[in-house]
């Protein structure tokens, strides 16, 4: 009966232990703007005021939602990674990755698609602040409308409505009458 116990114990130790160390971490959210007509990305402003920056190792854009690339998910529309061997990329609030622009000691692995309007498009920055390893990257969903020439006129960051729990799409079709 004891040696039943013993065994019990250490399973609900062990579940409680994958659960505390699976709710220690976490997916943030991404800031998103629009600084000098470009789109540009930024990890969340609570990590960013902190004194040690975001420590960012690869940056992934994809979409149009809805649309299948390889594997049935989204395709890329830019990607890059840091170069092997380079430090990450320091990310502060005054800074931030403008899409399609290539930070120094960086590898383009998806050269920048043109942005489509009303189509939602995901980001994933993988990093984190230096000072917290719970942290696994920053994510966020936008959409834009375009101007005549084609360049990014307005910028929508979709938010999640939290009293159903569901992103709202609809804040960007079509974008260009709101």
């Known amino acids: 009966m004891v040696h039943h116990l013993g065994r019990w114990a250490v399973i609900i130790i062990s579940l409680v232990l994958v659960q505390a160390c699976s709710a220690t971490s976490s997916i943030r959210d991404a800031e998103i703007v629009l600084k000098n007509g ?25 979409g149009p939602r809805g649309e299948q ?11 890059f990674w840091v170069e092997k061997g380079q430090a990450p990329l320091d990310l502060r609030s005054e800074n ?15 050269m920048p698609k043109n942005l489509q309007e009303n189509a939602v498009y995901s980001v ?18 936008f959409c834009v409308s375009l101007n005549g020439n084609g360049d990014v006129e307005r910028l929508v960051v979709v938010p999640l409505d939290e009293k159903v729990q569901k992103w709202r799409y609809d804040l960007c079709t079509p974008l260009a009458e709101k």
């Not at 994933?124 to 230096?130: D, E, K, T």
């Open 124 to 141: 994933f920055l993988n990093g984190r602040p230096s000072s917290a390893e719970s942290v696994l990257g920053y994510r966020a969903e």
């Open 69 to 79: 690339g390889s594997g049935g998910k989204p395709p890329l529309m830019w990607a």
């Open 96 to 110: 931030c990755v403008a899409y399609g622009v290539l930070p120094p000691r960086s590898e383009q692995t998806v």
């Open 38 to 62: 470009r789109v540009c990305f930024s990890a969340a402003k609570r990590d960013q005021s902190s004194n040690d920056g975001v420590q960012i190792q690869a940056l992934s854009v994809s």
